[in-house]
């Protein structure tokens, strides 16, 4: 709908286990981004990527590695997490990284960690 | 700190009426200012922007928002509810110089009543 596809919509992993996440926009944009939300917080910003080039790290644990090998595909490499990473991760997309372009975000992967 | 602040958790309207969800900003400069919109199980969807000129911006689904510099507000609103407006709002700021970054508030979930 968004030309923003997130794959799996859905994830339950130990905190031994190692999963990825897929994003994938089809808009032609050249920024893509990884937000975590979690219930009655902001919005987090996890990481950017402009033109596959890593512009912004928001302090994000290492157990977060986020990979982007081209400005269409996105990824979020995780292992051993903790329980408090449970939460819903999207992904978005801009044309530009210059702050006034919208962004549009994938339908989410609502991860669960037991 | 810079941060975006949405009082109101929850905005109760009767459908046919006005409605209004109320954001304020703390941020240096000039920031672009956004609109978005979260279904449930979606990602967010953009409503609409302001980035200069206007005060008064136009979106979709017949939402618009005023931009109040002496204020810092930029509140949401839609002249006539319906009850498939019910959903969680987020206002989001992004500031254009140096390096970007995009700050959302926490969302206010808007309930039209039938």
């Known amino acids: 709908e968004t030309g923003v596809t997130q794959t799996p919509r859905h994830l339950v992993m130990g905190m031994t286990n190692k999963k990825s996440l897929k994003c994938e926009q089809h808009l032609g944009h050249n920024a893509m981004y990884w937000y975590k939300q979690s219930a009655k917080k902001p919005l987090e910003l996890m990481f950017v990527?402009?033109?596959?080039?890593?512009?912004e790290n928001n302090s994000v644990p290492s157990r977060f590695s986020p990979e982007c090998p081209n400005s269409s595909h996105l990824f979020l490499h995780l292992h051993t997490l903790q329980p408090e990473d449970s939460a819903l991760y999207l992904c978005?997309?801009?044309?530009?990284?210059?702050?006034?372009?919208?962004?549009?975000f994938g339908p989410g992967t609502r991860l669960t960690v037991t | 700190a810079q941060s975006v602040a949405q009082p109101e958790d929850q905005v109760n309207v009767a459908e046919g009426n006005p409605l209004t969800v109320k954001c304020t900003y703390s941020?240096?400069?000039?920031?672009?200012l956004f609109w978005y919109v979260q279904y449930p199980n979606r990602g967010l969807q953009f409503l609409l922007k302001y980035i200069t000129g206007d005060n008064l911006v136009k979106g979709s689904y017949g939402f618009e928002a005023e931009f109040n510099k002496s204020q810092t507000s930029f509140h949401l609103k839609k002249p006539s509810a319906l009850v498939s407006d019910s959903a969680l709002y987020f206002c989001a700021v992004s500031i254009p110089e140096g390096t970007y970054k995009y700050i959302f508030g926490t969302g206010t979930r808007l309930k039209v009543l039938a």
């Open positions: 941020v240096s400069g000039n920031p672009y």
């Open positions: 978005a997309s801009s044309q530009q990284r210059t702050g006034s372009y919208e962004q549009y």
């Open positions: 990527y402009n033109f596959k080039e890593q512009t």
